[in-house]
């Protein structure tokens, strides 16, 4: 980031917060969001308003990625009913003219996961979503739809087993680099790269099957709070934790 850049930021963000040591990437676990919703008695939900925002602050701090776990290929085992009422509300985020859309916020959108899993209109707005946001220079936003770690690599391995066969790669050129950065959808952007920071709400201290081959050296900050009440007051926290940790990929201190 130059220097300019970095004087735009540190004016927009909390005075807690360094700029010189956000997390470039953050990946967010949204969880509590159905515990929340029965313990309030509300039909609506909230979570992904709060997603929204959380989205949008990052990207006036500076923030470079947000990926989120919106919906996992395990929560098609939950009730119908509330399998549909969730996907809904996803499909309104890229509604261009519902309240809640994400598709005027600036932010370049993008979703990972097995999108054929999902009701063909959504399929279709999520393609749309992607052409409409693709030249934007803001905050990368990425939606893990349909997506689970195992998933995603089992994907990886058949593509790689059709590129063997037909003859366009050796299995003795296959690398880390070849895996990561040419068959795993996570890495659909170069640019894009690890997350720096994992927040997880609701008190549940695990990964769920997310992003897996990506969490290597990310720092994982655990919250007590759910999601739908996980505001940038508990955000600023979590980043805060982030840049008191010291981060050494491997190596010794000097």
């Not at 927009?12 to 969880?31: E, F, G, N, T, Y």
């Not at 890229?94 to 009701?119: E, Q, W």
């Not at 655990?222 to 940790?245: G, H, M, S």
Request: net charge negative; glycine share 4%.
């Amino acid at each position: 980031m130059d220097s300019h850049s970095l004087q735009n930021v540190s004016r927009s963000l909390p005075l807690q917060l360094d700029p010189k040591r956000l997390p470039r990437h953050v990946a967010v676990i949204p969880d509590g969001n159905v515990r929340w919703t029965k313990a309030n008695g509300l039909s609506a939900y909230k979570g992904l308003s709060v997603l929204r925002d959380i989205a949008r602050i990052s990207n006036q701090w500076g923030i470079e990625v947000l990926t989120a776990f919106a919906f996992s290929t395990d929560n098609f085992k939950r009730p119908k009913a509330e399998v549909e009422f969730v996907l809904e509300h996803l499909d309104n985020m890229f509604t261009l003219d519902h309240p809640n859309t994400v598709l005027k916020d600036g932010l370049k959108v993008r979703c990972i996961g097995d999108m054929s899993k999902l009701p063909r209109s959504l399929q279709a707005k999520i393609s749309e979503a992607h052409e409409m946001t693709r030249d934007s220079k803001d905050l990368k936003f990425i939606l893990a739809i349909a997506y689970g770690g195992w998933e995603d690599v089992l994907q990886a391995c058949q593509r790689i087993a059709s590129e063997v066969e037909q003859g366009v790669v050796k299995a003795n050129d296959i690398d880390q680099c070849y895996l990561r950065k040419k068959m795993l959808l996570t890495e659909w952007d170069e640019e894009v790269g690890d997350p720096d920071l994992l927040i997880r709400t609701s008190g549940e201290q695990r990964l769920s099957n997310y992003l897996m081959n990506n969490l290597s050296y990310t720092e994982l900050v655990f919250t007590e709070k759910l999601w739908p009440d996980f505001n940038e007051e508990d955000y600023v926290k979590a980043v805060v934790e982030f840049q008191e940790r010291n981060r050494r990929y491997g190596r010794h201190d000097n």
